[in-house]
């Protein structure tokens, strides 16, 4: 796991503009882990913009920063590289123009990724809670 990690944090490294995307017709799971992955590239100041391929969904609107999310058919022209979030293909995110990107994809069924990333990039929010 350390290995994957550090290749993940060498990858995002030299990056600052990502398009991050998840599935065509995202869940909770999958737009609330795309919206924490912008989040803590933000926090090292990196520019992302979540993206999906229809309107954001109304059962999902609640989710923190949910009025990040674009829709869109085709990737932001400011972008320069990619994120898949619990999608294994480019293709089945509904966005064009996510593969003419240097791309990093994420095949997991939970937000693991989010997690480990965010962890690693800003790890004071995961500090043990103190007891009392």
Known sequence: MTDNLERVLEW???RDDFAIASHADPDGDSLGSSLALAL????????????????MPRRYRWLPDSGRVVSTEHVPIDARASILVECS????SGVTGLDTLAALTAIVGTCLVTLVIAAAIVPEWFAPIPTL
Not at 41 to 55: A, D
């Open 40 to 55: 803590a590239l933000e926090q090292v100041g990196k520019r992302s913009t979540v993206v999906i391929g229809q309107s």
């Open 12 to 14: 995002l490294g030299p």
């Open 89 to 92: 293909e480019f293709e089945r």
